[in-house]
């Protein structure tokens, strides 16, 4: 059965290995998503499939490549990029039914990997993430056709009120994509980088202006959605969010997958950032089952 093609509508006839049930969304959960922009599917992954997955964090962690981003004070890793083509475990994970499916479920069509990456945030130096929308880097260096990407954020650690949780305005992503204030040229620690560096710094090219978050937060206010080491947390590519740093004892890894509709593929002519930042394979992902990491 492994590469199969399953169309969704039968994915209940195969149960995972370890997971009760089906793969797919509930309605309750779709209402959730499409009302909030975001879902957490709480420990998604089982203990030992998340201790397979963290016995390889150190070996990507520890590798120098120009996809790896250093925090600004260079003592401390910020990501990792192109996991998901670099490095086995993280491509099994990018095609694990459990993730595929609902995504699918999500984007109503065929999707493949726009981009993977590792974040450390480090324990005591890991950076913030400033307030912002991913889709507008999509759209203003990719030019990505449409909003229509989400981002699976994968929990490789316990995401507590301590270590930097991901910070969401709830229903942000219905405002659509916002005006940002943007940032020109390389960060401070960064002046010999390349210059799509500041997409992905501490100190970053599109952020959201203040009066922004505040008619935002007036309403919505502002969620931190925390769990144990497997679980997911699924985000909109237009809801605004954050991480403050880290400055608790407590590491906060987390392997993120933005999945994109195969049919939203931005033209290769317009792409110029490198392939572990917008990749250049758009091929429908095939969902794998059971224990395939
Ligand atoms: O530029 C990008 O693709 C990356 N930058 C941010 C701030 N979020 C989305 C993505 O990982
Ligand atoms: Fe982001």
């Known amino acids: 059965m492994e590469n199969e093609v399953v169309r969704a509508d039968r994915v209940s006839d195969f149960p995972m290995m370890g997971c009760e049930g089906s793969v797919l969304l509930s309605d309750e959960q779709k209402r959730h998503y499409e009302q909030h922009g ?17 016995s390889h964090v ?49 984007l109503r069509g065929e999707i493949y990997v726009y981009q993977s990456k590792l974040n450390t945030k480090s324990a005591f130096d890991g ?19 449409a909003a229509r990407a989400l981002t699976a954020a994968v ?18 992503h219905r405002a659509g994509t916002l005006a940002s204030d943007t940032y020109e040229g390389n960060p401070q620690g960064y002046e010999a980088a390349p210059a799509w560096i500041p997409n992905l710094t501490a100190k970053m090219k599109y952020t959201l202006p203040k009066d922004s978050l505040v008619s ?5 206010g502002i969620v931190a ?4 080491a497997g679980s997911v947390l699924l985000f909109d590519c237009n809801i605004a969010h954050a991480s403050p740093a880290n400055l608790s004892h407590l590491g906060r890894t987390i392997a993120l997958y933005t999945y994109n509709r195969v049919d939203n593929a931005p033209s290769e002519s317009a792409l110029h950032r490198p392939d572990f930042l917008v990749s250049r394979d758009t091929r429908p992902i095939v969902p794998m089952f059971g224990d395939s990491f």
């Open 216 to 220: 935002l937060t007036r309403e919505a």
């Open 225 to 228: 959605p925390k769990g144990r």
């Open 155 to 172: 929990f490789l650690d316990d995401i507590t009120e301590l270590n930097g949780p991901m910070m969401i305005i709830p229903g942000s």
């Open 58 to 106: 150190l070996d990507v962690v520890s590798e120098r490549s120009e996809r790896t981003v250093f925090e600004a004070h260079q003592a401390a890793v910020r990501s990792v990029y192109g996991i998901h083509a670099h490095h086995r475990v993280f491509g099994a994970l990018a095609r694990q039914a459990k993730l595929v499916m609902p995504v699918r479920q999500i």
């Open 127 to 145: 950076d913030q993430w400033p307030w912002h929308q991913d889709y507008v880097y999509w759209r203003n260096e990719d030019s990505m056709p």
């Open 38 to 54: 975001y879902l957490l599917l709480d420990q998604l992954f089982l203990p030992a499939d998340v201790e397979r997955l963290r």
